[in-house]
């Protein structure tokens, strides 16, 4: 199993910043996309931003110019820089993950989901 941990998700005054961090584990052949998704009480979980192996990127309409997804490759981490923050940023932020796996030597697809990291943004 691919494992993804999330950290830095916290309560901050509008305008202000959090990093994201997602670190996956496991026997993890090569991951193709991270991205990052959010989740707010009464909505449907919407994309917010990803970013392939070669490093493109795709923002959600709402986020973009003031959020920025990276990824280090090596350490099968990637990173949501999320400055200018709104009250509407408010929700659950999930880290997903796709890409191979190596099971006795033989390589399967995983997509995984990290557990989540709440962002609070008060107004």
């Known amino acids: 199993q691919v494992q993804l941990v999330e950290s830095g998700g916290g309560l901050v005054q509008a305008g202000g910043s959090l990093r994201l961090s997602c670190a996956a584990s496991?026997?993890?052949?090569?991951?193709?996309?991270m991205g990052w998704y959010r989740q707010a009480p009464g909505k449907q979980r919407e994309l917010v931003a990803s970013?392939?192996?070669?490093?493109?990127?795709n923002y959600a309409d709402s986020v973009k110019g003031r959020f920025t997804i990276s990824r280090d490759n090596a350490k099968n981490t990637v990173y949501l820089q999320m400055n200018s923050l709104k009250p509407e940023d408010t929700a659950v932020y999930y880290c997903?993950?796709?890409?191979?796996?190596?099971?006795?030597?033989?390589?399967?697809?995983?997509?995984?989901w990290g557990q989540g990291t709440q962002v609070t943004v008060s107004s």
């Open positions: 496991g026997s993890i052949s090569s991951i193709n996309v």
């Open positions: 970013i392939t192996r070669g490093g493109r990127t």
């Open positions: 997903n993950a796709d890409g191979f796996q190596t099971i006795a030597t033989i390589q399967h697809f995983f997509s995984s």
